[in-house]
């Protein structure tokens, strides 16, 4: 089955810090954009961060801007997001999903989706 596999999710306090991990399962990540996506009860997916395959551009939600990285590890299939800074906003489910090539598209051309990982930001 062609899907990735999310993980790294826990209840952190608001300031700290977490690295979300999203291995590539059935494939491999050359030639696809990943995108890093959440979701919480009640309200549509919304796309946190993306990095493009070949050059790499990466591009974020304003909301998570200076506060989010996404990096890519081609040897080890895996995608990151390390999230600094979090704030209670930051909680929901976070998933990966995959396009060819480019990160432009809405949710619905990547694919590819995983189960996601549960981040909880709370005293």
């Known amino acids: 089955q062609l899907q990735f596999v999310e993980s790294g999710g826990a209840l952190v306090q608001p300031g700290g810090s977490l690295r979300l991990s999203c291995a590539a399962s059935?494939?491999?990540?050359?030639?696809?954009?990943v995108g890093w996506f959440r979701q919480v009860p009640g309200k549509e997916r919304e796309r946190v961060a993306c990095i493009t395959s070949g050059f790499r551009t990466t591009n974020y939600a304003d909301s998570v801007k200076g506060r989010f990285t996404i990096s890519r590890n081609g040897a080890k299939n895996t995608v990151y997001l390390q999230m600094n800074s979090l704030k209670p906003g930051d909680t929901a489910v976070y998933f990966c999903?995959?396009?060819?090539?480019?990160?432009?598209?809405?949710?619905?051309?990547?694919?590819?989706w995983g189960q996601g990982t549960q981040v909880t930001v709370s005293s």
């Open positions: 999903a995959r396009k060819q090539s480019y990160c432009s598209g809405s949710t619905t051309d990547f694919a590819s």
């Open positions: 059935g494939f491999t990540l050359g030639g696809y954009a």
